[in-house]
């Protein structure tokens, strides 16, 4: 798997301290990667069936080792009426954990199958909605990392993300 790195809105920078009191050490980045398309023509966003788009917010984030800090995933519909999402994230285990991910009011109903492994590093999360589908941009949910100790890590939305519209990818 390729990372991509870029200094764009679409990227997402943490950086991790040892001590608070110690020379701070800027080495955390992550970065989301990769797209999902038939034509593969982007970066940094996952795309369904025409233009939509799966993001990680914010862009830039400091935390110390040991602290909690969270990721919006946002859901960009451009212009596609969208009923389903399955997000994965993958992220270097020895670096971060997921400890909690909220699902947010844009899907209201979590999908059968979500997990998060954080020997391997990776979450998998599904929403849907019933009724009129979902053309408005928004949050899926949050997702909540400890940093367990400093160096370098790379959280890529994970080539089995999927945004659906009535049951096309």
Known sequence: MTNFFFDTPMSTTITFNRHNFSFMKK??????????????????TVQ????ATLMLSPTNTSVD???SF???VL?????ESLDTVRLELDFDPALLEVTAFDLGSLFPYQSPSNEIDNSIGMLSEG??????????????GTVTFRALS??????????DSKLIEDGEE
Not at 48 to 51: D, I, L, N, V
Not at 75 to 79: A, E, L, S
Not at 127 to 140: C, H, M, Q, R, Y
Not at 150 to 159: D, L
Request: negative net charge.
């Open 150 to 159: 400093s160096g370098t890590a790379t959280i890529t939305v994970g080539s």
């Open 27 to 44: 080495i955390a980045v992550l970065f989301l990667g990769l797209t999902l398309s038939i034509a593969s023509i982007g970066i940094s």
């Open 65 to 67: 080792t040991g602290d």
């Open 127 to 140: 929403a849907f909605k019933f009724g009129d589908p979902v053309e408005d941009s928004g949050t899926l």
């Open 70 to 72: 969270s990721l919006s």
């Open 48 to 51: 369904a069936a025409g233009s």
């Open 75 to 79: 859901v960009d519909p451009n212009g």
